[in-house]
């Protein structure tokens, strides 16, 4: 048996209440929260169990949304939206790509 190749994928689990609550807002915000879990999970940004219940930082550029077709002013609203429901914090700069930390308020077997 060959193992499935891609060029890119997704890794998870991500949990089903965390996309329903971004899909509340726009399905831009579940596009965004997709991005964000993929390369949060790729950079191994919640630590070594793994089981913190929020992400380290991640640099969420315009290249990285713009890739599944979200312009940078789509970004960022879309941001504001997914912060002011606790789905994420972001840490902006200015002049520079905001660092967003996915929360992740379902997470079963938390350490804090």
Known sequence: MQLRKYKGFARGPIPDAWIQKAGSISTNAIAVGFILWKHSYQKNLWGPSGLKNR?????????MVEDF?????????TL??????GLIMIHQRQGSSPEVSIVDDYLINEIT
């Open 69 to 77: 077709g979200i312009s940078r002013f789509i970004k960022m609203k």
């Open 80 to 85: 504001k939206q997914m912060e002011e429901v």
């Open 55 to 63: 992400s380290f930082p991640l640099k969420l550029t315009n290249k």
